[in-house]
């Protein structure tokens, strides 16, 4: 089934194709009653009748056409089904027949057509027998034959509110899945990782896949996505061979129905914002009273105020759908504008979406074009760069008595202490922009020339084009400190992936069974090139970054540029297959064999195998006395992914022009070796296993899911030292280690109030995923059990980390610090002998670091509630995390008295009640800086009122709603925000004191809806 066919009731209405299917065959559902109204004849005063023929067409309660409606003569086993577009024709006794129509999920009808021949029939959800459908690899799946670990959110459940991206949306709805995004910069993007981390070479992300195609969650607008589906497991992720070994995120966006009247919807949004905290550092009286090691220079200026502002965000999206009898479609623009609150700092978007589906052939073929573009722009600051450039670091530094200007209208610079610079002549003095444009256009061609056989083949091109650029002008720290005439810098990355897939699936269904099969072939092509160019000494500010050739050092032979240019390729074979029976025993199996370029001789394939069983214990008949059970379903799958190495070519031996030689009275640039051949390079593989239980009591008012999983990844990547010669290169990369990931995960889901005028809806998910690093060598790779990781950056350049065989990753690493000495120097704990001893210099190795803390959180919580009275609706999601560490830098860096920049106030207290500490005592990581990071956040609160539009002709829905955002936090965390973004995975815990500080936003906003 081609992926853009995935809205959620036309999916739906594919799969109930097979159960009505059954029906036809002579399988019935039930008795059936009546319809009130309904006068029934005697069989015998029909046969007497002459033959009628009846024509029309079956839809939901939203005028979607319904495929595969079981129509049948009442008493005969006369009947037919309807097509795709739910148009019908039978030929029936008489005028007083009794004509059922009957569809799993929707309550029966029973209709005598009388004088007419055509009959336009609606038919209602009933709420006892509806069964949705979800989004599984390549098609969807009956909820109720689902065996894996699959989690659907959809639109009406989406968190709104100033999203930045996809994954915003489903903040703390998906138990395993851990969304943050600890920045409050308008261009960061959520960090997802599901299930724990499972590589120490490669990506940690899921595979995304926006309408079948792989993107990201900034591809398409959060407005224009009809349901978010992931795929947990490895039993349901295995089909996506080497991508799938962080699970699989499918983005399906909205779509037009047939035969539905043009719908235009209208949504907008301001939002204003400011940091959600800020820390607290001496001011210019705590100067002038000696608390710092500044002079009193005679200004009083708020260097972070300087430099930021109120941040405003507005965000406008129109889109329309619809349908006729042969034609489908839908389009949308949205134009988001985001001005972070540092200055400077923004986001520009105008994303759009154009969806057409064309029915042919009697509905045997169907051709969709689906396009989606992204342009987005943004200035180029150094706001959330690492190091001494960043913005915030030096407003927060800097001595708060001196000047931003000199008198002559000059910056106020102060070269003579290390690494200062004034922050708003780094804001002003540098200028540029980057600019993305992305696109994705993706054809499908459906062939269905036997009912329940479906041929799809999948064209799709995604290209992307970036240009970046700045300057630096004469006054910018770097010019007036190196002496240079301005800087500038230009790059350009473009890269195309196309995607050819082809998809075959037939759907059967015999007796009390139900059959599914799908096989395919998938091919897709990546290549990635760009170039760069650097160059400095120009004769006037004037030209920018534009006129990059007219700065003196190309001539001096100083400058510089750089180009590059790589592929690969990605080949898979793949089927799956599905058995029911008797809505009780279900079984899938499914198997992808692969193909990459990125691997080396010896394993250019892979093969990637699953299977997975169901079994629905309240449908035995066991199970009838327990009338309270609505579902009682155990799960159990068992799959195996990759993940695909990072780059191209690194099986291959590659080379560099680099070192210079003397040849012949010249200099020539040599070649050197930059990586090893390795023909044996292939892919890391988890084999997981995975076990559910899925719950439903008290007419489904109250649910629950529990997944328990282990996951074993082998053959993880990672670069071995080895001797040169005989080697080219002094490393290797092998497939080597080995990294275990266990955990459980709960969903719980409840209605406790439903009456006629107020419901409340709530859902609670948690997880818990332990994490160990079983083994690092082999027979013919050998490295240290250990490696220390994470380095605090200057002056302190300390390990924080430790990664180690036998342990779990994020585990810190340093001095442990018990008290301060009469000196105010830091008494360590020696770990052999256990003594204190006061801190010297010596004892900065390992012979005194020990284990200190983890900075992965054990439990993550999330917590979503819905509440709807007459014409309002309230919404608060929360989410937590707990039993994890975190290093606050900014005290371990400014909670100090030796150094020359400003500090915390908080470097005036007592430590360890006993006194402040010496300015003698260098800055340096002990434990003293580590901090529980438990913490309860109110991620996300919207009041809304939707008017009565019941007497505006042309008016469907109007909605206001207000939202905040990251209102509170209790937490005993004393740092900016305990939810970090943890996108470094060997730092993890790590409060960055270079990172853009979380923000709080306040949101107005109105959707409406015309037809």
């Known amino acids: ?165 996809a994954a915003a949306l489903i903040k703390g709805q998906v138990a395993g899945l851990s969304v943050t995004n600890g920045s409050g910069d308008p261009n960061a993007t959520s960090n997802i990782v599901l299930r724990g981390i499972a590589t120490l070479n490669g990506t940690t992300t899921p595979l995304i896949l926006v309408d079948g195609v792989p993107g990201d969650v900034s591809t398409v607008a959060p407005e224009n996505i009809e349901a978010i589906d992931v795929l947990k497991d490895a039993s349901a992720a295995a089909i996506y061979g080497t991508r799938g070994a962080n699970g699989v995120i499918i983005i399906t966006t909205k779509k037009g129905k047939r035969e539905q009247k043009t719908e235009v919807n209208y949504s907008s949004y301001l939002s204003a914002s400011d940091f959600y905290k800020q820390s607290e550092f001496m001011s210019a009286e705590d100067v002038k009273n000696g608390k710092t090691a500044f002079t009193d220079l005679g200004s009083t200026t708020d260097w972070v105020k300087a430099v930021t502002q109120t941040g405003f965000t507005q965000n406008h999206s129109v889109s329309l759908n619809g349908g006729g009898t042969n034609s489908v479609y839908s389009a949308g623009l949205t134009y988001r504008n985001q001005d972070g609150v540092i ?83 780094i804001l002003n003095e540098k200028s540029g922009e980057n600019k993305t444009l992305t696109s994705q256009l993706t054809t499908n061609l459906t062939v269905e020339p036997i009912k329940g056989w479906q041929t799809n083949i999948m064209l799709s091109r995604n290209s992307t084009y970036g240009s970046y650029g700045y300057y630096n002008t004469q006054n910018y720290y770097s010019s007036t400190s190196l002496g240079l005439n301005g800087s500038a810098y230009r790059s350009d990355d473009n890269s195309r992936a196309d995607q050819l897939e082809i998809t075959s699936k037939y759907m059967t269904s015999f007796g009390k069974s139900r059959v599914s099969a799908l096989v395919g072939y998938s091919y897709n092509y990546n290549v990635y090139e760009g170039g760069s160019s650097y160059n400095y000494d120009f004769p006037t500010d004037a030209y920018g970054y ?65 299977a997975s069983v169901g079994w629905t214990i309240s449908n035995e008949p066991f199970m009838k006395e327990l009338n309270w059970i609505s579902n009682l379903k155990l799960r159990s799958g068992y799959g195996v992914t990759g993940e695909i190495p990072s780059s191209s070519y690194l099986s291959l031996t590659t080379y560099t022009y680099g070192t210079y030689y003397y040849s012949n009275g010249s200099w020539v640039s040599g070649l050197s070796a930059t990586t090893n051949p390795n023909p044996d390079l292939k892919w890391e593989k988890s084999a997981e296993f995975n076990l559910g239980l899925d719950l439903s009591v008290l007419k489904d008012r109250l649910g629950a899911t529990v997944d328990f999983y282990n996951k074993n990844t082998s053959d993880m990547l990672w670069s071995y030292n080895v001797p040169t010669p005989p080697n080219l290169y002094g490393t ?108 010297n210099a010596n004892m900065l190795n390992d012979d005194y670091r020990q284990y200190l803390g983890n900075g992965i959180p054990k439990l993550i919580m999330g917590w979503n509630n819905q509440f709807k009275y007459k014409r309002f609706d309230l919404s608060l999601s929360f989410n937590g995390q707990f039993g994890y560490q975190i290093l606050n830098e900014e005290r371990m860096f400014y909670e100090n008295n030796s150094i020359a920049y400003n500090r915390l106030k908080s470097a005036a207290n007592l430590v360890y009640g006993k006194r402040t500490l010496s300015s003698s005592q260098s800055q340096t990581f002990v434990s003293y800086y580590l901090e529980n990071g438990d913490f309860v956040k109110l991620n996300n609160i919207t009041f809304g009122y939707n008017f009565d539009t019941n007497k505006l002709k042309f008016v469907k829905k109007v909605r206001l709603y207000v939202t905040g955002e990251n209102l509170f936090c209790i937490t005993g965390y004393s740092g900016l925000d305990p939810e970090l973004t943890n996108s470094d995975i060997y730092s993890y815990g790590n409060d960055s004191r270079d990172k853009y500080p979380t923000i709080r936003s306040f949101t107005f906003g109105v959707n409406i809806t015309l037809n």
């Open 1 to 165: 089934m081609n992926v853009n066919q995935k809205t959620n009731c036309f999916s739906k209405s594919l799969f109930r194709l097979a159960a009505c299917t059954l029906l036809t065959t002579g399988i019935g559902i039930g008795q059936v009653s009546a319809h009130p109204g309904i006068t029934e004849k005697a069989s015998s005063e029909a046969s007497q009748q002459a033959a009628v023929l009846i024509k029309g067409r079956v839809v939901d309660e939203k005028g979607e056409g319904l495929v595969g409606v079981n129509i049948k003569e009442k008493g005969t086993s006369n009947g037919t089904i309807t097509n795709s577009d739910g148009t019908y024709a039978l030929d029936v006794k008489g005028q007083n027949s009794v004509i059922v129509f009957s569809y799993v999920g929707y309550a029966l009808q029973e209709i005598i057509p009388g004088n007419k021949k055509y009959l336009s029939v609606t038919l209602k959800e009933d709420s006892k027998l509806v069964d949705e459908v979800v989004v599984i690899g390549y098609g969807t799946q009956r909820k109720g034959d689902v065996t894996s670990a699959v989690s659907t959110v959809k639109a009406e459940n989406f968190t709104f509110g100033n999203a930045q991206d």
């Open 732 to 839: 290797t990369l092998a497939n080597v280690g080995k990294m275990r990931n266990t955990g459980i995960e709960i969903a719980i889901n409840a209605t406790p109030i439903k009456t006629k005028d107020f419901e409340w809806k709530t859902t609670v998910t948690a997880s818990h995923n332990e994490n160990k690093l079983v083994s690092l060598s082999n027979d013919l790779y050998e490295t240290t059990n250990y490696l220390n990781t994470g380095y605090a950056g200057d002056p302190i350049s300390l390990p924080t980390h430790r990664l180690e065989v036998g342990k779990s990753l994020g585990n810190f690493w340093g001095l442990k610090s018990v008290g301060i000495s009469d000196n105010g120097l830091w008494l360590i704990e020696n770990p052999k002998t256990g003594k204190a001893e006061e801190f």
């Open 546 to 610: 534009n006129n990059i050739s007219a700065g003196a050092a190309l001539k001096a032979g100083k400058a510089s540029m750089s180009s590059y240019k790589n592929d690969n390729k990605l080949i898979g074979y793949f089927g799956r297959m599905s058995y029911a029976y008797d809505d009780k025993y279900n079984l899938l199996l499914s198997v992808r064999r692969e193909g990459s370029s990125k691997f080396g001789e010896n394993h250019k394939w892979g093969t990637f195998p699953s």
């Open 343 to 425: 200055k400077k700092t923004n986001s520009k978007d105008i994303k759009g979406t154009f969806d057409l589906t064309q029915y042919m052939l009697n509905n045997i073929a169907k051709l969709n074009i689906n396009y989606l573009v992204s342009n987005h722009s943004n200035n180029v600051t150094t706001a959330s760069d690492a190091g001494i450039t960043n913005i915030y670091r030096q407003a927060l530094i800097h001595n708060p008595t001196a000047p931003i200007y000199n008198t002559d209208g000059s910056y106020y610079e102060n070269f003579n202490v290390y690494q200062y610079y004034n922050p708003v002549a």
